[in-house]
């Protein structure tokens, strides 16, 4: 997993529209970028559903959410739409974002749930890794925003 004080790598996902998205057209904000196993999952939407319910707070901290798993941008529309997301999901169905942040598996069979916190720059400020625990992964982020 990337550590703190590490650059993120620039990669090139497709957004739930089908867009490619470059992770470094969000430099210059601070970001919070969370790897989740799947869409419509019962730990996956209640902390895609935190991270909307808190997201004012995380604007007004200066703060943009990207959410990123391995499902397509069909199933990321439909999760979006569903759940009324006001923030970007990133597919990463190859896998090439879970390899370029060094992210691993939970017990070798389940992509794991990760928060990244990263600086206008880039550089990676936080991370936290609980596969079990979906919705601290937001109070986490927001109490280290916070300081």
């Not at 997993?1 to 650059?7: A, D, F, I, K």
């Not at 759940?83 to 017990?107: C, H, Q, V």
Request: net charge positive; glycine share 8%.
């Amino acid at each position: 997993m990337l550590n703190v004080g590490e650059q993120i790598p620039n990669v090139k996902l497709l957004s739930e529209e089908g867009n490619e998205v470059e992770l470094a057209s969000f430099l210059g904000k601070k970001l919070v970028i969370y790897f989740y196993p799947k869409d419509g999952s019962p730990g996956c939407t209640k902390e895609a559903c935190e991270f909307r319910n808190e997201y004012s707070k995380f604007m007004k901290l200066g703060a943009e959410i990207i959410g990123i798993s391995g499902d397509g941008p069909d199933s990321h529309r439909f999760f979006k739409s569903k759940n009324s997301l006001p923030f970007i999901l990133l597919s990463d169905a190859k896998g090439e974002a879970r390899r370029a942040f060094r992210i691993g598996k939970t017990l070798g069979l389940i992509d794991s749930r990760v928060t990244f916190i990263v600086d206008e720059k880039g550089k990676v400020q936080y991370t936290y890794n609980s596969q079990f625990r979906p919705q601290e992964h937001i109070r986490r982020a927001l109490e280290f925003l916070s300081k």
